[in-house]
């Protein structure tokens, strides 16, 4: 069973910056994809970031490209979402989600959610314009 738990969320200005972390109870990020997901009220959970460990090869929703990074540090065993140049709309819940099968990546569909069978509990953050 993998665990996850964010942290890092908060309130920030609209043009400020958040890092988030994403701790998880694994060895090793070898062969796992991970990946961060935003929610609001009401709608769906969307794809917000991914890492393929194998291959450092990262993916980004075409909304947070050039201002957010995701990047981990295998030794601390921890994801991060580093996020410049936040706006209102970036305003949601934040999840870590982590798939180690490798059906993540292999099938190209990092970007659903489905694909991820671990999650943690989210860490919220709010942008104020």
């Known amino acids: 069973q993998v665990q996850l738990v964010e942290s890092g969320g908060g309130l920030v200005q609209a043009g400020g910056s958040l890092r988030l972390s994403c701790a998880a109870s694994?060895?090793?990020?070898?062969?796992?994809?991970m990946g961060w997901f935003r929610q609001t009220p009401g709608k769906e959970r969307e794809f917000v970031a991914a890492?393929?460990?194998?291959?450092?090869?990262?993916y980004y929703a075409n909304s947070v490209k050039g201002r957010f990074t995701i990047s981990g540090d295998n030794a601390k065993n921890t994801v991060y979402l580093q996020m410049n140049s936040l706006k209102p709309e970036d305003t949601a819940d934040y999840y870590c989600?982590?798939?180690?099968?490798?059906?993540?990546?292999?099938?190209?569909?990092?970007?659903?959610?489905?694909?991820?069978?671990?999650w943690g509990q989210g860490t919220q953050v709010t942008v104020s314009s």
């Open positions: 890492i393929m460990w194998s291959g450092s090869s990262t």
């Open positions: 694994i060895r090793t990020f070898t062969n796992y994809m």
């Open positions: 989600a982590a798939d180690r099968s490798g059906a993540a990546y292999s099938s190209g569909r990092y970007y659903y959610k489905d694909e991820y069978p671990y």
